[in-house]
């Protein structure tokens, strides 16, 4: 039975409005009838539970903040933040699905697409009918994506797309694939490439000790015909994925804090059940420490997101102000779930207490949207001016 209690030292929910509690509760609800009990043998057996897409539309997971004429939620960003926080409580790979389809396939189609596009995809993407996944990362360019080598030349009534991604979320069982690709003269635009075109695989990776409970595939292109209405006309250039990473980022700075909440949970209740030396081991001070510091980087974490929230609802967050909220709370969620698995002992190495499956989840989630040095030397090069990446 999930027993899960959310905390609000610093009593952040005054902050926030009766929709956004209201929303947070359904999906928390909804969570904990229908995910929780089923999540540990789906990350056991290394499975997505696919019958859970229909439940995850209707909390307004895909797409919460794309305009409810295209089939979204319309919600504020902070809305969209509880919304991955309350998902990541339960698994960071349920998470990783609906940022996916969320910020790295609706978004771009909805900010760079055309407006056929909006209305042949984002419906069907926000009712979780088509699932989509976002191709940028290959073989040999990941921290690195600009150097990409997949390509696809004009061959006057289509494109003939060629190359291949890795580690693509979703990409087993996507319809849909936004792939980011170099046209002739090497600059980079989004292509949407979908399931049964010609010359288009997507085999599943396997051997993951880490974010099991999501699937993860490549994507190879074998002179694959891509309509030309399937280019994204309005933005191209690296920034044009990087800006979907931001808001991906965005989400997953909320959503480790739900990683971490459910560790200090869990740790919590633990330590005042567990009696060693005759007194519950939350009465020890070693013990007390772990779990104050627990809190209080959880609180820091709680205020630097709703924060970038309101920064984010008026346009005003910059990039570099979403990687500190990434690396930060991702950091913060990874050292939690390793001082919450000590807490609980030889147990917490068990699938009873849901700790070693969300430290190991977040060492997918330290190293994707982004590595943790990567979003260290964002901040660097911001405060002095001079990029180090080279
Ligand atoms: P650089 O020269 O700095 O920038 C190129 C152009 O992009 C602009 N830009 C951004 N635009 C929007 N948002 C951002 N965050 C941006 N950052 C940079 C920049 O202004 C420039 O524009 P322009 O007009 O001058 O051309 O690029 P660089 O090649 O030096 O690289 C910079 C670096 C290292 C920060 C960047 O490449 C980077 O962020 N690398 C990390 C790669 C990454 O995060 N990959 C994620 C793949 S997707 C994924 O992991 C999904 S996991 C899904 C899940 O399951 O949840
Ligand atoms: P590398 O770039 O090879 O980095 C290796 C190490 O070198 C890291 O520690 C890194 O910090 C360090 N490093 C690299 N460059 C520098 C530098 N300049 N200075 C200092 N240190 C540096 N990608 C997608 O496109 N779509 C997806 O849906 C997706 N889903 C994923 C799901 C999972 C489970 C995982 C694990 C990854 C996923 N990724 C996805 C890929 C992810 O974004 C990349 O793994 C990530 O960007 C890092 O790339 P890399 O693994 O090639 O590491």
Wanted: aromatic share 8%; proline share 4%; glycine share 10%.
């Amino acid at each position: 039975m999930d027993k899960y209690e959310a905390h609000d030292y610093y009593l952040l929910d005054e902050l926030l409005s009766d929709e956004q509690k209201l929303i947070r509760q359904s999906a928390r609800d909804w969570l904990k009838a229908e995910v929780s009990p089923i999540i540990e043998g789906y990350y056991e057996r290394g499975e997505f539970p696919n019958q859970i897409l229909p439940g995850l539309a209707a909390t307004g997971s895909f797409g919460p903040y794309i305009p409810e004429e295209y089939g979204g939620a319309g919600l504020d960003q902070i809305s969209y933040g509880l919304l991955m926080q309350e998902l990541e409580r339960v698994d960071s790979g349920v998470r990783s699905t609906a940022s996916v389809q969320s910020s790295l396939v609706m978004y771009p189609i909805w900010k760079y697409g055309s407006e056929e596009q909006r209305k042949k995809y984002l419906p069907k993407l926000a009712s979780g009918e088509w699932m989509g996944c976002f191709g940028l990362t290959e073989p040999d360019f990941g921290s690195n994506p600009g150097g990409m080598i997949s390509n696809f030349k004009d061959m006057g009534d289509h494109y003939l797309l060629n190359g291949s991604k890795m580690w693509i979320s979703n990409a087993p069982f996507a319809q849909v694939a936004v792939v980011w690709a170099k046209d002739e003269s090497g600059r980079i635009h989004g292509l949407i490439v979908e399931r049964g075109m010609e010359g288009f695989s997507t085999p599943e990776m396997h051997g993951k000790h880490s974010l099991r409970a999501s699937s993860t595939g490549e994507l190879i292109f074998e002179n694959v015909k891509v309509p030309k209405e399937n280019i994204l006309p309005n933005k191209s250039g690296l920034g044009a994925p990087l800006g979907c990473l931001d808001s991906a980022r965005f989400g997953i700075a909320w959503g480790a804090i739900g990683a971490a909440l459910d560790c200090y949970d869990s740790a919590l209740r633990y330590s005042k059940e567990r009696i060693q030396f005759d007194k519950p081991i939350g009465a020890f001070q070693l013990t007390q420490k772990k779990l104050a510091e627990m809190i209080t980087e959880i609180t820091k974490a709680q205020l630097l997101t709703w924060r970038l929230g309101v920064l984010r609802n008026e346009g005003r967050a910059t990039s570099a102000q979403i990687s500190m909220a990434k690396r930060n709370n991702v950091d913060m969620a990874i050292n939690i779930a390793r001082e919450a698995r000590q807490i609980h002992g030889a147990m917490g190495i068990t699938n009873e207490y849901p700790c070693m499956r969300h430290m190991a989840n977040l060492e997918s989630v330290i190293t994707y949207e982004g590595t943790h040095d990567i979003h260290l030397l964002i901040t660097g090069m911001d405060v002095t001016g001079i990029p180090a990446f080279k």
